[in-house]
Structures are given as C-alpha cells and as structure tokens.
C-alpha cells in the first residue's frame, strides 16, 4: 500500500509543478505579446534597427527555451520515480488526481 501513496503523492506534486509552469507560460504571453507590438512599432518608426529586434526577439525566446528544456527534464524525472504511464492498475484515476487547497470547492 505504501508504494500507491507514494505514486499518488507524487503525481499531485507533477500536477502542481505543471500549473505552476502553465502560469508562467501566461505570464510570459502576457509580458512579451506587448514588447513584442513594441519592438514592431520602434522598427516601424525608425527608433530600432531590425537586426536589434531580432536580438531583442531571440534573447526573450532563448530563455523560454531554456525554461522549456528545464519543465521537459522535471517531466521526464518524475516520470522515472513513478513509473508512469506504467501505474498500478487500481490507479488509473491517480492520472487526473490533483490536491484542491481547503476552501476551495
């Protein structure tokens, strides 16, 4: 038994790391769809070469690369640790198992 607690445990900790990483994705949606229509405007204008907003375009990209890579490589980890997609029979529901905080529901 104490193996299928673990596996539970585990999979709420990967469901909490991905909500976390899918507010930062917004977050980063949000924060750059603006710079981004800001880097266009200075180009249009004349106050930014092209080839500085291709850096600027690149600098903002890489890094939401190299988050990706680090989300990518926690997945693949805790897949590892809990042997997934290979649970327990009588775990299947643990797949969509998510802690909810007290006083929400």
Known sequence: ????LKVIEEINSVVENFGYAIGEAEDFIKREEDHLCDLI???AF???SSS???REVHLVFSAARRDVG???KLRATKAVEVEYPYLHPSLKIAR???LVP????
């Open 52 to 54: 500085e907003a291709k």
């Open 70 to 72: 680090e989300w990518k």
């Open 1 to 4: 038994m104490a193996r299928h």
């Open 46 to 48: 004349g106050d930014l």
């Open 96 to 98: 969509v198992v998510a």
């Open 41 to 43: 405007e200075k180009v």
């Open 102 to 105: 007290d006083g929400v529901a």
